[in-house]
């Protein structure tokens, strides 16, 4: 198939096109490297050392002899999309293209109002695109299980049945999310279910949860192969960051209680997943919401558990609870319903000691590239003006439009 990754140069595109091209489709990303430039401007870096697009292209099609086509473009600026959409014709088409992280969406308004303008309107745009240009064009778009919130009941998988006074219907499940970065997505969500029922468009939202995890088969080719890794406060997610710090000496930095609970999945399962969504398209019309996680932790349960490991490596691990920067419950009910990707075929790589000390043997390899003073959270969910260091002006930290 013709496949276009739009955000294929992020943490998780960059992986995904290189597994779908060793699967012998016909591969093409589109991005506008504002990840990039939000390190370039801000004075942070990738853990792991990561390589310019083309170099990365190069690298593949000289160890595989397969060509990825590479466009850079803005999901918000309709001739770029329009045109990669009339030229490479994608018959699927997976939307990654995302601020995506919440500590970045919460700094201040003009934060906040950069996720929304560049999540929405993108989407927005592509769900044009995809009605102008490839109407049969299977959309699969990356959601998050942060949509639901942490509700007192089980979550379903995109919708639940509910009796009321004495009818019955099956409805979106209810919505309940952390921060404008979560609220975006849940605003995607909606435009998407609309033009699935309006033009018939067919999509799958995966609501995934956060993604652990360094590499992939495909990444570990070759170092040049590698996608990136964030530790720091803003675009870091938890395991990856506990693992960093662990490597570090830094004290594990669990925000409160720690009895947050969070569905996780490793790297390997995702670009897994969106195959497996690929392969079983979303009928006509159909809008179709997968739950993308494997198993889910508290954060603290993640922090114990680098901490046993970091402490068989010979590494002094500690634990600190921080006073929690954001809003958020820190004790409450988890479950969640993920049994659609599984029936499609799933096999879990479940969360081992050896996935964890690989991941702080990475660390501690790359320990020189570290930053100690991008660790610390600083994104207080209450202010409406955040500092985040190194200090530089607002319009500094935003990526270039
Ligand atoms: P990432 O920031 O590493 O990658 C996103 C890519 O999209 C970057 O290369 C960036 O340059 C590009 N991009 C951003 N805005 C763009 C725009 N307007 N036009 C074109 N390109 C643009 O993020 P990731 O971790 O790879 O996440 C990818 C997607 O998966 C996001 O939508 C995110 O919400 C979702 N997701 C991620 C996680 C996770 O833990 N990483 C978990 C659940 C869902
Ligand atoms: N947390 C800590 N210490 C840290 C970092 C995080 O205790 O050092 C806590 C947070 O308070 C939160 C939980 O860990 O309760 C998860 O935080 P995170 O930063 O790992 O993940 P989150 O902000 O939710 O966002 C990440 C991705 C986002 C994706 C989401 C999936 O950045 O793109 O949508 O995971 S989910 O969480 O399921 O919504």
Known sequence: MRILILGGDGYLGWPQALYLSQKGHEVAVFDNLARRQFD???????????????????????????????????????????????????????????QRSAPFSMIDREHAVYT???????????????????PDCHLVKLGTMGE???????????????????????????????????????????????????????????????????????????????????????????????CAQAAVGHPLTIYGKGGQTRGCIHVKDTVRCIELAIENPAAPGEFRVFNQITEWFSVAQLAERVQRVGQKMGLDVQISH?????????????????????????????????EIERMISLSMEHRDR???????????????ENEVEPTQTDAALLPAT
């Open 40 to 98: 370039l401007r801000h004075g942070i870096d990738s853990l792991v050392p990561i390589f310019p697009m083309q170099r990365r292209i190069a690298r593949w099609q000289a160890l595989t002899g397969k060509t990825i086509a590479h466009y850079h473009g803005d999901m918000v600026d309709w001739e770029a999309l329009s045109k990669v959409f009339q030229t490479f014709q994608p018959e699927a088409v997976v939307h990654f293209a995302q």
């Open 116 to 134: 929304q303008q560049t999540n929405v309107v993108g989407t927005l745009n592509l769900l044009y695109a995809i009605k102008e240009f490839a």
């Open 148 to 242: 639901y919130g942490t509700p007192n009941i089980p979550i379903e998988e995109g919708y639940i049945e509910i009796t009321h006074k004495g009818r019955t219907d099956t409805l979106p499940f209810p919505k309940q999310p952390g921060s404008f970065y979560h609220l975006s997505k849940v605003h995607d969500s909606h435009n998407i279910h609309f033009c699935c029922r309006v033009w018939g468009l067919r999509a799958t939202d995966l609501n995934q949860g956060v993604v652990y995890g360094a590499d992939t088969y495909e990444t570990l080719l070759d170092p040049e192969l590698a996608t990136r890794f964030d530790y720091d406060q803003v675009y870091g997610t938890a395991l990856n960051r506990f």
């Open 322 to 354: 921080l006073p929690n920067p954001r809003v958020e419950k820190e004790e409450h009910f988890y479950e969640v319903v993920h049994t659609k990707l599984l029936d499609l075929g799933l096999e879990p790589h479940l969360l081992d000691d050896a």
């Open 370 to 384: 570290i930053d100690m003073g991008q660790i610390k959270p600083t994104v207080n969910w209450r202010a409406t």
